[in-house]
């Protein structure tokens, strides 16, 4: 079972540059989420999905975009890559069947760096 | 909005003792859960435990335990037996019943000293 997998697990961009991070996870969970980890803020929730075709703005969405045309992939897009946008991102997933385990599972992260 | 306080930047504990990390969290629901991620310097989120509001009794999963006060909104894990592998970021995190994402605090750093 391969879980939350997230690609890549390094990139380096130019400043103006667009990219997308890929997420895919295997265990047919409804909700996704990108999140963003910096030093000494935790992470932060960037945009969430609670199912194919529905998507929602977390606390930092600018400069970010996603889509959810499947249940299993839930990419994530910088429209025009900034300096500020450094971090390391993470992916999440998780069912929202309170009989199940209601953790979030997470794919290994993306360190991008913003040049 | 949910928020969720680690007011501790940092701790360190000798192996083979105890730490207690703290967290508190504001929320006016009464159903909700409460977790507990490592994440080692591999980068890897990793759960330790995990604590649904409904139930009473403190989880527990072999070294790592909660106290669990919900009307002080507070949910401190307690290492035991600390070991070197256990020194990590760790994160409490808050989530409502129903569609809604995580909230995490803002961690807390582990060091363990041989």
């Known amino acids: 079972n391969a879980g939350v997998t997230q690609t890549p697990k390094f990139q380096v961009l130019k400043t103006g540059q667009s990219m997308t991070l890929q997420c895919a996870q295997d265990?047919?969970?409804?909700?996704m989420s990108w999140y963003r980890q910096d030093p000494g803020m935790g992470l932060r929730l960037i945009h969430y999905?609670?199912?194919?075709?529905?998507?929602d703005q977390g606390e930092v969405p600018n400069g970010y975009n996603v889509s959810r045309s499947t249940t299993e992939d839930f990419p994530l897009r910088l429209l025009s890559a900034a300096p500020s946008q450094t971090s390391v991102y993470f992916c999440a997933s998780s069912s929202r069947n309170r009989d199940m385990n209601t953790e979030a599972f997470f794919g290994q992260g993306t360190r991008l760096t913003v040049v | 909005a949910q928020t969720v306080t680690q007011s501790q930047p940092e701790m360190s504990v000798q192996e083979a003792e105890t730490v207690t990390l703290s967290c508190t969290y504001d929320?006016?629901?009464?159903?909700?859960?409460l977790f507990w991620y490592k994440q080692p310097p591999s980068r890897q989120m990793i759960l330790v435990i995990r604590q649904e509001a409904y139930k009473q009794q403190n989880a527990t999963e072999n070294r790592f335990s909660v106290n669990f006060q919900k009307a002080a909104k507070s949910f401190s894990l307690k290492i035991s037996d600390s070991q070197l592998g256990d020194a990590a970021m760790y994160f409490c995190a808050y989530r409502r019943t129903g569609n809604t994402p995580l909230v995490f605090g803002k961690g807390t750093r582990l060091s363990v000293i041989a």
């Open positions: 265990m047919n969970h409804e909700y």
């Open positions: 929320t006016s629901e009464s159903d909700y859960y």
């Open positions: 999905s609670v199912g194919a075709g529905i998507t």
